[in-house]
């Protein structure tokens, strides 16, 4: 993509650039500033196509913090949409768990049922909306019979169709009580009863307490409600509906999952971890279908031996690299992706693209040279350890910070903006040697071929 023929729309444009000024990852316009991973895209793309066929996937995204993991979620987010798959996304915390106590596992799944998402409704809240828009193409189809909602018969019609619809849905667990909630949802629809429409989405969305509860507010008897024991047991059958109601699956992102590692009790973080690998048993064994679930956490989470997953010797045995990975190659078809750090030209092409992002905000142009864009990347990558260290979020703030400050200071001394705090003194530029990185000393990942020497002009983006 040529960054200088985009044209994003306003809000979405100012979204992006103060979500990433502040350092949080954008929930729109990622493609926008999306620069390598091409390799790990691919390899996620490729369990769509998997599930779009009607298999199940579990994927880890272990990486630093900063270093993309949420980015490439919301990124994948999107393509997912685009292409006719739901997705919903949720990021632990001490109140989210996959399991625990004060319905720790029941708040997770309430969080994933408000960001469902669809081509339609991109940012979340999609529940309502796939519900109405398949009983407007059922309504449709009824008036090409020649019923219209005044006939006697219309109800019958419309509760016959969605029963014939969620016939295979009835024999999975909670697939009675399942089926029976959506089959009155659109009984309600038929008749114009939007009480007992709130009552079937509340019950949908897991927000009854018990049955007593859901049966006073439903106005018939259910077996069941959602809860913290049964959570996912619903996800996979969302999964099956999804391809019901005319999407091609389902996609599950739970970030920020370094918070099962913080659980301090160990019985209470292994009860999550054991959560945790039924979950990847029943995606890998078969035994969900239409359903990707995709998790998202730091080394430490995976890797620790007391706390990690790694401690939990049924995880480790099934996550742990294989005994090829020394030779320097990673297995993009593994559970496990680790997102090697960005090579020193992906970031001189992401901080390009975020000028231009910037000038079109801001309504400039000028406000830095492609010289300074080269100039801030070698000092930011020169500073110690920075080639192991430095992360594309640090990297995407502190630019934008010194954007900004160029544009309101047009008289600043650039060299002394980016004089270390520290009083450090970088040594000489010397023009790299043919076969060397643009930037910094080494190659960013032991698996990328030495590379020449290239001009900010010359990266195709």
């Not at 493609?31 to 066929?53: C, F, H, M, Q, T």
């Not at 100039?375 to 110690?384: C, D, E, G, K, S």
């Amino acid at each position: 993509m040529d960054g200088t023929q985009m044209k994003i729309p306003k809000r979405i444009l100012n979204t992006l650039l103060s979500s990433l000024a502040a350092g949080v990852v954008p929930r729109s316009g990622a493609p926008y500033i999306a620069i390598g991973r091409k390799e790990e895209i691919a390899s996620l793309l490729g369990n769509l196509d998997e599930v779009e066929e009607g298999g199940a996937a579990v994927r880890f995204l272990i990486g630093r913090y900063g270093s993309g993991k949420s980015f490439l979620i919301q990124l994948i987010r999107g393509y997912a949409t685009d292409r006719g798959f739901l997705c919903a996304d949720a990021d632990l915390s001490p109140e989210r768990r996959l399991c625990g106590g004060s319905d720790a596992g029941l708040a997770t799944y309430r969080e994933l049922m408000k960001n469902l998402s669809s081509k339609a409704s991109p940012e979340g809240g999609a529940l309502p909306i796939l519900l109405s828009r398949y009983y407007a193409a059922l309504q449709a189809d009824l008036f090409g019979r020649n019923l219209t909602p005044e006939d006697p018969g219309f109800v019958s019609a419309v509760v016959s169709s969605v029963s014939g619809m969620l016939d295979e849905i009835e024999g999975y667990v909670g697939g009675f009580d399942f089926a029976r909630v959506i089959a009155e949802y659109f009984r309600a629809a038929a008749v114009d009863d939007g009480e007992k429409r709130s009552a079937c989405l509340r019950w949908l969305r897991g927000e009854f307490a018990g049955k007593t509860e859901a049966r006073a507010a439903l106005g018939f008897r259910v077996g069941g409600v959602i809860d913290d024991d049964n959570w996912y047991d619903y996800l996979k059958l969302w999964a099956i509906l999804s391809r019901k109601l005319g999407y091609k699956g389902l996609v599950v992102f739970i970030d920020e999952c370094v918070n099962l590692y913080k659980i301090p009790n160990r019985i209470s973080r292994e009860a999550n971890y054991e959560k945790l690998l039924s979950i990847f048993n029943d995606t890998l064994q078969g035994r969900a279908r239409s359903l990707a679930v995709v998790f998202g956490g730091t080394p430490q989470f995976l890797e620790d031996t007391r706390r990690g997953l790694f401690s939990y010797e049924a995880l480790r045995s099934r996550l742990q690299d294989g005994r090829f990975s020394d030779a320097g190659y990673q297995n993009l078809s593994a559970p496990v992706i680790r997102l090697r750090r960005l090579s020193d030209n992906e970031l001189l092409a992401l901080i390009r693209r975020l000028t231009i992002l910037f000038e079109q905000k801001e309504g400039v142009s000028g406000v830095i040279d492609p010289e300074r864009m080269e100039r801030f990347l070698r000092v930011t990558l020169a500073r110690a350890g920075a080639d192991e260290m430095v992360t594309p979020r640090e990297i995407i703030r502190d630019y934008l910070t010194l954007l900004s400050i160029l544009r309101d200071h047009p008289d600043a001394d650039f060299d002394n903006l980016l004089a270390p705090a520290d009083g450090a003194v970088y040594p000489e530029e010397d023009e790299p040697a043919s076969g060397a990185p643009l930037i910094g000393g080494s190659p960013a990942d032991k698996n990328d071929a030495p590379r020449a020497p290239v001009s900010v002009f010359d990266i195709d983006l």
